[in-house]
Each structure stands twice: as C-alpha cells, then as structure tokens.
C-alpha cells in the first residue's frame, strides 16, 4: 500500500538546522509531486513549498525562501526538507504528502515530525 | 495569494445531525482545485473533497462538497460519531497554495 513514512522527532536550538526526510514506498516515486506544510501547535496548516521528484525542481513559499531546501533521492524514494536558522516559532509537526501534479489534491500523508526549537 | 475562510469557527452538534461547512475565497479559484480534508486530534489530516465536489477514495457517501468560483461548501449529512474533527479547506490552483483557518466540528 502507499506509505509515506517521516524521520522521528527533532530537539533543535535557534540558530540551528533541521533535516527532515519523507521516504516513499507503494507507488512510482517519480510520478507524483511532494509537498511540505507544517502546522505550529494548535494552529492551522501552512504550505511551504513543492518538490517534483522526477527533475528535482522544486517551488518554495515566499516565507521560507532562503531558509528551507527540498531535494530528493531517488534510489532510495526518498524526499528531505530542510530548514535552517530556525528560530522559536519553527517548532511544528512538519508533514510531506504527495500529489498526481502541481495543481491536485494531496491524497496521501505522512505521519509527521515533531520539531520543536528550544534553547 | 488566494485567502481562504472557513466559518464558522466552532461548530458543537450532536451525532445524527447535518453540518454545513463553508469556505469562501478571496478571489476565484481556476476549475475548482479545491479540497477539503479532515484532520483528527494527533494525526495528519485526510483528503476528503477534491475537484470542489469529488468523493476521495473511500470516503462515505455522508461527506459532499459544492459550490464553485469563490464559495464552497461541506457537508456532512448525518454526523457520525467518528465525524468529530477538525475540516480544512485547501485551493490548490495557484500558488501559494493556501489553506482555510479550519472549522472544528464537536461534540455537543
């Protein structure tokens, strides 16, 4: 069945960076877009960017540019999001989940990854 | 960016009862790529809707959505007890790719 499986929970201090992976197994993994949102504790959720597996490319909301990376490995289906200079305000669950294309619905999710910065 | 709006914020109902859930849009979304999803406490949230109107697979037939341009609506028509939950609405049609403020659904 299609499984996207994330990295356990993260302790960070501000300043630093995370890593956060998503591997993917049940499906074609250069077939479907991967998306990123994080929802703070409770709050809503908010996108932060899309990656397309198959090339690589990847598209970032406007707030994290210059903080948050995307990038994939495909022998190992495999997508990571990283986010640096972290600060207090970072701590979320940060979920993957993947689509048919840029533009569709979000059909399935991963578990999602604690990340909570504190000094 | 598109600014999604979920009302109401908090709905208290008891099992068996219909809800209405709306979202409305602050400019069109293109071919209604609008879904909704339902998220339960310590969990990721579900496709429910896509395509405005569109059951996801395996989805009960008490969940539907409507609507088009820039108001849309959930619905569930009778609540069962595994209803209870948090709904959002996302516009997937342009970028940023935005989602609603959530309405939670408990129980009275």
């Known amino acids: 069945q299609v499984q996207l499986v994330q990295s356990g929970a993260e302790v960070k201090k501000p300043g630093a960076s995370v890593k956060v992976s998503c591997k993917a197994s049940g499906y074609t993994f250069t077939s479907y877009y991967m998306h990123w949102v994080r929802q703070a504790p409770g709050q809503g959720l908010e996108w932060m960017g899309t990656?397309?597996?198959?090339?690589?490319?990847?598209s970032y909301a406007q707030k994290f540019q210059g903080r948050v990376t995307m990038t994939r490995d495909t022998s190992t289906s495999t997508v990571y999001m990283e986010l640096s200079s972290l600060r207090f305000e970072d701590t979320a669950v940060y979920y993957c989940?993947?689509?048919?294309?840029?533009?569709?619905?979000?059909?399935?999710w991963g578990q999602g990854t604690l990340v909570t910065v504190s000094s | 960016e598109i600014v999604l709006t979920q009302s109401p914020g908090t709905l208290s109902l008891s099992p068996g009862k219909r809800v209405t859930l709306s979202c409305r849009a602050s400019?069109?979304?293109?071919?209604?790529?609008l879904g909704w999803y339902q998220q339960k406490p310590g969990q990721a949230p579900r496709l429910l809707i896509y395509?405005?109107?569109s059951r996801a697979t395996g989805i009960p037939d008490r969940f539907s959505g409507s609507g088009s341009g820039t108001d849309f609506t959930l619905t569930i028509s009778r609540l069962e007890p595994e209803d209870f939950a948090v709904y959002y609405c996302q516009q997937y049609g342009s970028s940023p790719l935005t989602f609603g403020g959530g309405t939670k659904v408990e129980i009275k």
């Open positions: 395509g405005a109107s």
């Open positions: 989940a993947r689509s048919n294309l840029y533009s569709s619905a979000w059909l399935t």
């Open positions: 400019q069109s979304i293109s071919s209604n790529y």
């Open positions: 990656i397309n597996p198959s090339g690589g490319s990847t």
